[in-house]
């Protein structure tokens, strides 16, 4: 099975992406996942990962070799993005060929509180206040990278962190149902299809 994640920057989203991607894939027992991070084209924000003309251009370049294309985007506290996505999810559906599917999620409010979910925080803050925070990442995700000193490795601390929380994965999809609990649940139905 092969699935390509296509965020909507992979220069720092990627670290998070593969590792929580390839966790979720072995929680659903598929075997040998391949879970590859597109980085050709380079989409460089939210903006030009919710085109559809851009989209549209990684299909057609990766329909032959993948067999789950999902779209992982920020939802940034943008009460329409689900919209947005479900519009590009009946695009793609259209154009792709029997046994592929295109899923597209995008995370509460960013893939870091993914991260974050992974992890023993520290005891003062709330797990409720961090899914509620529109700007987690600079609130919450990059103060916990610098008491882990890990600021300067690639990634701004992404690595590591989120390798660490993949590790703990059951613990991400029951702190983050909205969105990787959701994807999730997806992904089995229509695994569940093909089986």
Same mark, same amino acid.
């Given at each position: 099975m092969r699935v390509l994640v296509i965020p909507e920057d992979f220069r720092k989203d990627q670290f998070v992406l593969q590792p929580v991607i390839a966790a979720m894939m072995d929680h659903l027992k598929v075997a040998h996942p391949k879970v590859l991070v597109c980085r050709d084209p380079l989409l460089g924000g939210v903006d030009q990962a919710l085109k559809w003309e851009r989209i549209e251009e990684i299909i057609k370049r990766y329909q032959g070799m993948v067999d789950i294309f999902l779209l992982c985007v920020d939802r940034d506290g943008k009460e329409g +993005?689900?919209? !947005? *996505?479900?519009?590009?999810e009946d695009q793609a559906g259209i154009m792709l060929a029997s046994g592929r599917v295109f899923v597209a999620e995008n995370a509460w409010q960013e893939l870091e509180v993914w991260v974050l979910a992974g992890h023993d925080l520290?005891?003062?803050?709330?797990?409720?206040?961090?899914?509620?925070?529109?700007?987690?990442?600079?609130?919450?995700?990059?103060?916990?990278?610098?008491?882990?000193?890990?600021?300067?490795?690639?990634?701004?601390?992404?690595?590591?962190?989120?390798?660490?929380?993949?590790?703990?994965?059951? +613990?991400?999809? !029951? *702190?983050?149902?909205?969105?990787?609990?959701?994807?999730e649940t997806r992904l089995r139905q229509w695994l569940a299809g093909k089986r």
């Open positions: +993005r689900r919209m !947005s *996505l479900d519009r590009i520290p005891p003062d803050w709330r797990w409720k206040d961090i899914r509620s925070e529109v700007n987690p990442k600079e609130t919450y995700f990059y103060p916990f990278v610098e008491s882990k000193n890990l600021g300067n490795e690639p990634g701004e601390g992404r690595r590591t962190l989120a390798t660490e929380a993949a590790r703990n994965y059951p +613990r991400v999809r !029951s *702190l983050c149902p909205e969105d990787i609990g959701r994807l």
